[in-house]
């Protein structure tokens, strides 16, 4: 079946404009979460939903980032007036269960790679 | 604070070598572990996951062990091939708050010269 997907895979935008980034997770999953990679690290942990709720936002890394899953399926994660810093690539991972389900593992899309000029 | 180390942060190896990847944690309060592996411009895809009860899991050429009590996993690699090569991410999962999250290492590019 078809895995986690996003869009765009890369996105150049200047300083200063705002960017949406989609993530399409695997039907009928519950979880979804957004970590941020940057160069050379591992993926950080940035928001949490279950179903549409946004049950964990604590990584999010200011009031310029916002995510939503209004129907509990797609995700968007946006960020406002975009930063250098915020140049990453950001992953969006799904899984079936909910928080409770630990031996449930998380499934990664590609990314998006965004590069702040 | 959870914080997970992985070492080396690069390793280069000639084919047909069996190589080990080290991850170490310092809060042992998880509930598994998990080996990823991510090549370039794709995201990362499950290799491995420990649970908190298990010592160890297999699949194929791949073995991860787990000693939660000392913070410690490796994954280990026999008769390494090109196509192995990539970069190695170790996450755990807490057992406490917030148990959904995953906190990864830095990685490990591995390099398997033909």
């Known amino acids: 079946g078809a895995g986690v997907s996003q869009s765009p895979r890369y996105k150049v935008a200047k300083r200063g404009q705002d960017v949406a980034l989609r993530c399409d997770p695997i039907?009928?999953?519950?979880?979804l979460f957004w970590y941020q990679q940057a160069l050379g690290q591992g993926p950080e942990f940035l928001t949490y939903f279950q179903n549409e709720a946004q049950l964990d936002k604590s990584g999010l890394p200011s009031d310029r980032f916002f995510a939503e899953r209004p129907e509990g399926s797609v995700s968007t994660l946006k960020i406002q007036r975009t930063q250098q810093e915020d140049s990453a690539v950001y992953l969006c991972?799904?899984?079936?269960?909910?928080?409770?389900?630990?031996?449930?593992?998380?499934?990664f899309g590609p990314g998006t790679r965004l590069t702040v000029l | 604070k959870q914080e997970v180390t992985q070492i080396p942060a690069a390793l280069s190896v000639p084919e047909g070598e069996n190589l080990v990847l080290n991850c170490s944690f310092t809060?042992?309060?998880?509930?598994?572990l998990q080996w990823f592996r991510q090549d370039p411009g794709k995201g990362l895809t499950s290799l491995l996951l420990i649970q908190s009860s298990q010592r160890e899991q297999t699949s194929g050429r791949l073995n991860a062990s787990l000693d939660k009590s000392s913070g410690r996993s490796t994954l280990y690699i026999a008769a390494s091939q090109p196509g192995d090569s990539a970069t190695y991410l170790c996450a755990v999962r807490h057992s406490g708050g917030s148990n959904y999250k995953l906190t990864f290492g830095k990685g490990t590019l591995l390099t398997v010269n033909p």
């Open positions: 809060d042992s309060a998880i509930y598994n």
């Open positions: 039907s009928g999953h519950v979880s």
């Open positions: 991972a799904s899984s079936p269960g909910t928080s409770s389900f630990y031996t449930d593992t998380q499934y």
